[in-house]
C-alpha cells in the first residue's frame, strides 16, 4: 500500500502486476474499498500482462473522508493527481457505477487516457434511478438513512428483481448480512450524493461527444439503476463506443457473481484496443 498526499486528502493506492506493464486504472463504487478489485479484475488484468493502480476514493477504504458534499469532478480530479504523482501519462481507465463516472470524466477530459471500460455507470436517466439518486441527496442533506432504509435500498440493487420476486434463499441471506452491517460515517453519503448529482445530468451527457477514445459500457441484465437499455442508449451517444450485456447480475452484485464474464469482456477490449508489447516502455 501507498499514500498519495494530495494536500486536502489522502489517497491510499496499491499497483499490481509487472512494472512495465501497459497502465491500467481502476477506481471503486460507491462505498467500495479497492480490495475489492484485488480478487475480481485484478488477477485477469496482471496475468494478461497490465500495470494496475487501485485507489481508494475519498470518503471509502483507507482513504479519509474530508467534509463534503463531494462531486464526480471533484473525484476525477482526485484519480488524475494520483495518476500526475505516478508519472502515468498514457493509461486506460476503468471503474463501477461511481468509479465508471469518474473514468468516464477522466476519458473526456484528460490527455493521455487510451481507452475506457466502464461498468454499470453511464446510462440515460431512467425514472427509478432518479428516483434513488435523489434519495441520496436526501440522505447526504439531512444525514445518514437508518439502517432498515439503508438495506433496503442495498437489497434492491444487489439481489436480482427476479430472486425478489421469487423470495429465493439468497435474498433473505443478503438481508441478514445488511442489517448487520455497522455505519459506514459520511463518506459513502457524500460520495452517493456524489454520483446523484452527475447520473443522468446534462453535464454528464455534455461530455459523450468529447469521448474520443475506445470505450466499452458494459450492463447487467437485472440492474435497476443503469438497466441494459440505457446504457445502450448512452453508448450511441459516445463515438465508436462497443456495448456489452452480462446475463443474470444486478447492480450490487456483478462483480461477485460474475468477475469471470466481466474480466473477459475487459481484457479483451484492452488487448484490442490497449495491447501488451513484447517489451512496454514507459511513457
Do not use: K
Not at 80 to 101: E, F, K, N, T, Y
Not at 239 to 258: T, Y
Not at 261 to 271: C, K, P, Q, S, V
Amino acid at each position: 500500500m501507498a499514500v498519495a498526499d494530495l494536500g486536502a486528502v489522502q489517497v491510499h493506492y496499491d499497483l499490481h502486476g509487472r512494472a512495465d506493464g501497459p497502465r491500467v486504472a481502476l477506481f471503486c463504487g460507491r462505498a467500495m474499498s479497492r480490495r475489492f478489485w484485488h480478487v475480481t479484475l485484478v488477477p485477469r488484468l496482471v496475468e494478461a500482462g497490465y500495470r494496475v493502480l487501485t485507489m481508494d476514493n475519498r470518503g471509502c477504504g483507507d482513504t479519509v473522508a474530508p467534509p463534503g458534499p463531494y462531486t464526480v469532478p471533484q473525484l476525477a480530479g482526485d484519480a488524475g493527481a494520483v495518476l500526475d504523482r505516478l508519472g502515468w501519462r498514457s493509461v486506460a481507465v476503468g471503474g463501477l457505477s461511481l468509479g465508471g463516472m469518474i473514468a468516464e470524466r477522466l476519458a473526456a477530459n484528460r490527455p493521455g487516457v487510451q481507452a475506457a471500460v466502464l461498468l454499470a455507470s453511464t446510462g440515460m436517466p431512467t425514472a427509478f434511478q432518479q428516483a434513488v439518486l435523489a434519495a441520496h441527496q436526501e440522505e447526504s442533506a439531512r444525514g445518514p438513512y437508518g439502517p432498515a432504509a439503508a438495506a433496503l435500498v442495498e437489497l434492491m440493487t444487489t439481489v436480482p428483481a427476479p430472486a425478489l420476486l421469487a423470495d429465493e434463499p439468497m435474498a433473505a441471506t443478503m438481508l441478514a448480512h445488511l442489517r448487520l452491517r455497522t455505519g459506514e460515517g459520511r463518506g459513502p453519503v457524500d460520495q452517493g450524493a456524489a454520483a446523484a448529482d452527475w447520473a443522468g445530468s446534462a453535464r454528464q451527457q455534455a461530455g459523450w461527444p468529447a469521448i474520443t477514445v475506445p470505450a466499452l459500457l458494459v450492463a447487467f441484465e437485472h440492474d435497476i439503476l443503469f438497466p441494459p437499455h440505457a446504457v445502450r442508449a448512452a453508448a450511441e451517444q459516445i463515438a465508436g463506443a462497443r456495448f456489452a450485456e452480462v446475463p443474470g447480475v444486478a447492480h450490487g452484485d456483478a462483480l461477485v457473481r460474475a468477475a469471470g464474464t466481466i474480466g473477459e469482456l475487459a481484457t479483451g477490449f484492452l488487448r484490442e484496443v490497449f495491447p501488451v508489447q513484447t517489451r512496454w516502455y514507459a511513457a
